[in-house]
């Protein structure tokens, strides 16, 4: 008999962890739940952004090509906004997808980067890839983000345009890219705000 239980145990576990895991699939809550362990894997530490100057060929736009995209407020009231009209200011561009673990895991660290920056002089923008808009909005009002999120009115400029997400760029006022990075990464570090602080000057 403690036989016949133990096989049934042996059956039972993983078709118990597999109803679970179908469960969140289905549920749309795998990527919360995926997204907030990532999140503590970030807060160790080890996942810095290596912020790396443009090389491809595709990244050479001109800083006049880098500001011609359009922006359709998700979070905000108002009108559509030109990306051009930021200019003068830094910008933190995050491109992430609410349907993306490791977009949902650096958010908050975002958001925390965000409050610790004078809004008069960098910008930050999170610019949502998902197909349906709704889906964005019901993610960012879940989580009280307040950060100015946007989808995109127009095409992609070239430079923004990556192989995955989360990717995040960092723009001079002038529209230079200063850095960009694809994956996630831990951004509310002291390097990264002295970074802001020394480009938001350079007017």
Known sequence: MFQFLFRRRAWLEPALYL?????????????????????????????????SAPKAAGRTA?????????????????????LSQL?????????????????????PDIVRLAKRTNP????????????NPEKARRFLSRR??????????SPLPTAYQTAGIPATFII???????GSHEGMAKYDTPEILGLLRRWQKQK
């Not at 895991?21 to 952004?49: D, I, K, N």
């Not at 001079?172 to 200063?178: E, L, Y």
């Open 144 to 153: 009280g983000i307040t950060v100015p999120a946007y989808s995109p009115g």
């Open 62 to 82: 001109s800083a006049s090509d880098n500001f011609n995209l359009l922006l359709l407020p998700l979070n905000q009231p108002g009108p559509a906004v030109p």
């Open 172 to 178: 001079s006022p002038a529209g230079k890219i200063i």
């Open 19 to 51: 109803a679970i895991a179908l469960g969140l699939y289905f549920s749309g809550w795998h990527t919360e739940v995926l997204g907030r362990v990532q999140q503590g894997l970030l807060s160790t530490g080890l996942w810095q952004p290596q912020l």
């Open 120 to 131: 008069d002089s960098v910008a930050f923008v999170l610019l949502s890839l998902d197909q």
């Open 87 to 107: 200019r003068g200011k830094v910008i933190f561009l995050n491109i992430w997808a609410s349907w993306c673990p490791p977009c949902v895991a650096e958010m």
